[in-house]
């Protein structure tokens, strides 16, 4: 069984994996230091490339932000949770909950990331009210769904090279999603990891006796639907009217915008989130009062988001991830460059957690050794989007909406997802290598 070979690796990183504030830390220092001894650079020359970068995600900070409390607000309305509750009534036993969780997050994950993330989380919270599991399995089985999110329809890198005039189009033109999103390749890849990764979570599942049970005090979000009218003001702050004027012409802008050939990404669902939530709490004073509590786990976005800018800064800046992609390429042939661009691409993205700012730094490398060696590009592409996502399951930036929902710390998750880590590598590098 799983459980037995997860053990220690979930004792390993409950004993040495650090707050994610102190994995940034160090993964800054270490940044400073790779780009002085491998790239040459002076520590006051890589300290202005950190402080220049340091500033550059303040929009996509703010987007996670609102990923998380927009995903709250929305789930803890009655009606959302009414149905998350219906859904987990399907299941009626541990292992039955741990496979489905993970359907779940895999599938919203497939359509777009910020949904799969948030929606992943929400449904674990409602599976763990009404069956008694182990709860940290369950929220990295939450979390495990993200992993196929860069090969899904919300792909940043498929996208990109898919739209017209985009950044590297003169090297290799446009192209379109039927070579990467929808090519054979990476559909099979999808299925597998639609079949392995349920079923590897479900071997992980220890025994009752070894089972942590979540606290009920942190699945305790029962939304305050009271009443008080005390002062004029209080006649707005429970105005129905109030909100649903507002809320429906959110509604109608999201459907003139999906009339219009609007595609989901990062704001859209952000706006969907928002507007939804509005309409569905009825009024505004229950709307803040759910807001008040999504915010209080936003603190780790806040903080850590900035520091992972410096570094992407560091990385770039310094020539330090085009020389890591340069050194695989080096060694590759055609049959093995996506192979190569994969393990390069998951290593780029433990400093640089960004699909689209890693294609920044990686196509310059990949795309003309793909060229020189006769490689296909589409797979080369979707090699690093693979990688992209890969390490995901080892960097906590992308766990902090879902541990701040789950009410966890990654160490309590992360072990699990070292033991998926290995599996899922080798089931994508035999899809981009083989398929």
């Given at each position: 069984m799983l459980d037995r070979a997860a053990r220690?690796?979930?004792?390993?990183?409950?004993?040495?994996?650090?707050?994610?504030?102190?994995?940034?830390?160090?993964?800054?220092?270490?940044?400073?230091?790779?780009?002085?001894?491998?790239?040459?650079?002076?520590?006051?020359a890589v300290i202005e490339m950190w402080g220049n970068g340091f500033w550059s995600l303040l929009t996509f900070s703010m987007q996670m932000l609102l990923v998380l409390v927009t995903g709250f607000m929305l789930a803890s309305t009655p009606f959302v949770r009414g149905i998350l509750n219906r859904v987990a009534a399907l299941a009626s036993t541990p292992g039955q909950a741990i496979v489905l969780v993970t359907f779940v997050a895999l599938i919203a994950s497939w359509i777009n990331w910020g949904f799969g993330l948030v929606v992943g989380a929400l449904f674990a919270k409602a599976l763990a009210r009404q069956i008694k599991v182990h709860y940290p399995l369950l929220i990295a089985s939450a979390y495990s769904g993200f992993i196929v999110w860069h090969g899904g329809l919300a792909g940043s890198i498929p996208l990109v090279i898919a739209t017209e005039g985009h950044f590297t189009?003169?090297?290799?033109?446009?192209?379109?999603?039927?070579?990467?999103?929808?090519?054979?390749?990476?559909?099979?890849?999808?299925?597998?990891?639609?079949?392995?990764?349920?079923?590897?979570?479900?071997?992980?599942?220890?025994?009752?006796?070894?089972?942590?049970?979540?606290?009920?005090?942190?699945?305790?979000?029962?939304?305050?639907?009271?009443?008080?009218?005390?002062?004029?003001?209080?006649?707005?702050?429970?105005?129905?009217?109030?909100?649903?004027?507002?809320?429906?012409?959110?509604?109608?802008?999201?459907?003139?915008?999906f009339m219009?050939?609007?595609?989901?990404?990062?704001?859209?669902?952000?706006?969907?989130?928002?507007?939804?939530?509005?309409?569905?709490?009825?009024?505004?004073?229950?709307?803040?009062?759910?807001?008040?509590?999504?915010?209080?786990?936003?603190?780790?976005?806040?903080?850590?988001?900035?520091?992972?800018?410096?570094?992407?800064?560091?990385?770039?800046?310094?020539?330090?991830?085009?020389?890591?992609?340069?050194?695989?390429?080096?060694?590759?042939?055609?049959?093995?460059?996506?192979?190569?661009?994969?393990?390069?691409?998951?290593?780029?993205?433990?400093?640089?957690p960004s699909g689209g700012g890693q294609w920044a730094v990686q196509a310059p490398v990949m795309l003309p050794a793909a060229q020189e060696l006769g490689a296909s590009i589409p797979r080369v592409a979707m090699a690093v989007a693979w990688g992209d996502a890969w390490t995901n399951l080892l960097q906590p930036f992308w766990a902090l909406p879902v541990l701040a929902i789950a009410g966890l710390k990654a160490k309590d998750i992360m072990g699990y997802c070292l033991m998926l880590l290995i599996i899922t590598g080798v089931i994508i590098s035999v899809g981009l290598t083989w398929l």
């Open positions: 220690p690796m979930v004792k390993l990183v409950d004993k040495y994996l650090p707050d994610p504030y102190i994995f940034v830390l160090i993964l800054t220092l270490f940044a400073f230091i790779a780009a002085m001894a491998f790239e040459g650079h002076g520590p006051m189009a003169d090297v290799i033109g446009v192209i379109g999603t039927g070579e990467t999103i929808f090519a054979f390749f990476n559909l099979a890849i999808i299925v597998a990891l639609f079949i392995v990764v349920p079923l590897v979570n479900r071997l992980m599942l220890p025994s009752e006796e070894d089972s942590i049970h979540v606290d009920p005090a942190i699945l305790d979000d029962e939304p305050d639907t009271s009443i008080s009218i005390n002062r004029p003001a209080d006649h707005l702050e429970n105005s129905r009217t109030l909100a649903w004027l507002v809320g429906f012409s959110g509604i109608a802008f999201i459907f003139q915008y219009n050939g609007g595609g989901l990404n990062l704001n859209i669902v952000n706006f969907m989130f928002l507007f939804l939530a509005i309409i569905l709490h009825q009024t505004p004073k229950r709307l803040l009062g759910s807001l008040n509590e999504a915010v209080k786990g936003g603190s780790g976005i806040v903080i850590q988001f900035p520091f992972y800018a410096g570094i992407m800064g560091v990385m770039t800046a310094s020539g330090l991830a085009a020389s890591i992609s340069s050194g695989f390429v080096s060694i590759a042939t055609a049959q093995s460059l996506p192979f190569w661009s994969f393990i390069s691409a998951g290593l780029v993205n433990i400093f640089v």
